[in-house]
């Protein structure tokens, strides 16, 4: 008999407080016995539409670093919800993107469609990876650095800076107790096992959108008779921490094509490239200064082409978001900083502040010297620079001890059926990104979505029934969905 077929009895169990029978169930091998430090709370898990579904959240305890000799337990939570099924398949954990971006908080919005659907097949997990949402134990770092007020931020001095910041914060995370170096995808993926074993099921699925797919492929390398299925959306590989400079220029043309079909949108924007290129050279030539107001604390910044590169990688991710950079860029053009203004007011804090969790897996995640050497090549000449992988490379080999190595980033090979998820407006991950990573899985297959960016779970209807086809059981085929063009026309 299947393990996930004795959920349903295992939970009546609990809420029946029936101890003899969950003990008889143990001892015949029908359920794992609960570790100690293992709890099991019955909640109602409030979504942000102010309903409530029944919910079971785990606690489970995890050593902060496995490859430590002594080393803190730290908590590792997530949220089950029961799966309506008969016979419920392998567990479905979900691996929010980031790193930092928490399991439970996407469950709560409007993510929560696509693991209700999937609830029709086995038990839901939302998982909060270590150092995120429920499982955060890393307290943040405020250090006493800060970018100089009065002359734009090049990509040295912001380097530096960020630096300088981060070896203040590695010894303030020591004092409290904290070891960085357990904050890697390695130890987040021995974490996902940790999980299968608790909630006894002999194989686990894993559904993941961008860096939450770099985890699912570490979990897979490292445990590859332990998972079932892959989704993977906006797909990032193990080596592809640090994107390819060359691979968003060609993003801004696939933005151009989306808006010469639009000829509103194209009397606006007739050559975006040009358009970026003359703004960051304008910033260069002559960076505005503003004064910035940060919860009633006011400071005083210059802005510098890099700092604009870095706002444009982030905020492109999305046509939205690229929609929105567009203007920020053409106001820009005929002096009107204030979209920029807005955004060094979301970036530019007073002084470098850092979470620990999400710098210290890039750093460990790392880059091949092959790669680098690519990356910076491409980043001479490219729009964005590579101002959009901060913090990598620009902090590589800052926390000692903690990179992951050339074993970690070689290609995941595996027989796994995998489906690959991938927008052709994806600003972040890019498609030519998603075939190299597809290429040495045997069993899994390219989903191309025309006009989809980064965020894809929605952006056309048979999404969420072609993942819920795929994790009942069909087979990864290609295909390309065809979601409606964006609107890149300005708004009045």
């Not at 590589?396 to 001890?401: A, Q, Y």
Request: with cysteine; aromatic share 8%; net charge neutral.
């Amino acid at each position: 008999m299947p393990l996930q077929g004795l959920a349903p009895a295992y939970d009546l169990a609990q809420r029946s407080a029936a101890p003899l029978l969950i003990g008889l169930l143990a001892l015949c091998g029908l359920l794992p016995v609960a570790a100690q430090g293992q709890t099991v709370e019955q909640i109602d898990f409030e979504l942000r539409n102010d309903s409530t579904v029944a919910a079971e959240k785990w606690t489970l305890q995890v050593p902060d670093n496995r490859s430590a000799d002594s080393s803190r337990a730290v908590p590792l939570r997530f949220v089950r919800f029961e799966s309506r099924a008969e016979k419920p398949g392998p567990p479905i954990i979900y691996l929010a993107g980031g790193p930092g971006g928490s399991g439970t908080r996407a469950a709560r919005g409007e993510r929560w469609a696509l693991f209700d659907r999937l609830r029709d097949l086995a038990n839901i997990i939302a998982l909060d990876q270590r150092g995120t949402g429920l499982s955060d134990r890393v307290p943040g770092c405020e250090s006493t650095y800060g970018m100089p007020p009065d002359s734009a931020t090049t990509r040295a001095v912001y380097t530096r800076i960020h630096r300088k910041a981060l070896r203040q914060c590695l010894s303030y995370w020591e004092n409290e107790g904290v070891d960085i170096r357990g904050y890697t995808t390695w130890e987040s993926a021995a974490d996902i096992e940790a999980v299968r074993k608790a909630v006894g099921a002999e194989q686990v699925s894993l559904l993941g959108i961008s860096y939450g797919t770099h985890l699912a492929l570490a979990a897979l390398k490292r445990y590859p008779g332990h998972v079932d299925r892959l989704v993977l959306a906006s797909p990032e590989g193990l080596g592809q921490t640090v994107k390819l400079p060359a691979r968003h220029d060609a993003f801004l043309g696939r933005v151009q094509e989306a808006i010469n079909a639009d000829s509103v949108a194209n009397a606006r924007y007739p050559d975006v490239r040009g358009l970026i290129r003359g703004v960051l050279d304008q910033i260069e030539a002559d960076p505005p200064q503003f004064a910035i107001t940060d919860n009633d604390t006011t400071f005083t910044r210059t802005l510098g082409r890099f700092e604009a590169q870095l706002m444009t990688g982030y905020m492109m991710s999305d046509p939205g978001g690229a929609r929105y950079m567009l203007s920020v860029y053409a106001r820009a053009a005929e002096g009107n900083y204030s979209g920029f203004e807005r955004l060094l007011g979301w970036f530019g804090d007073p002084t470098v502040e850092m979470s620990g969790m999400s710098e210290a897996m890039d750093i460990a995640s790392g880059i091949s010297s092959s790669r680098l050497a690519q990356v910076q090549a491409q980043a001479d000449t490219a729009l964005a620079g590579d101002a959009m992988n901060f913090p990598m490379p620009h902090l590589r080999e800052s926390i000692s001890g903690i990179d992951l190595g050339t074993g970690f980033r070689a290609p995941v090979r595996s027989d796994r059926p995998t489906l690959l998820l991938s927008g052709t407006l994806d600003g972040r991950t890019f498609p030519a990104a998603h075939r190299e990573i597809a290429r040495h899985l045997p069993n899994g297959a390219i989903v191309t979505i025309e006009n989809a960016g980064h965020n894809l779970f929605f952006s056309h209807p048979q999404v969420v029934p072609m993942i819920a086809e795929f994790f009942a059981g069909a087979p990864a085929e290609p295909r390309t969905l065809m979601a409606p063009r964006p609107a890149f026309r300005p708004r009045n």
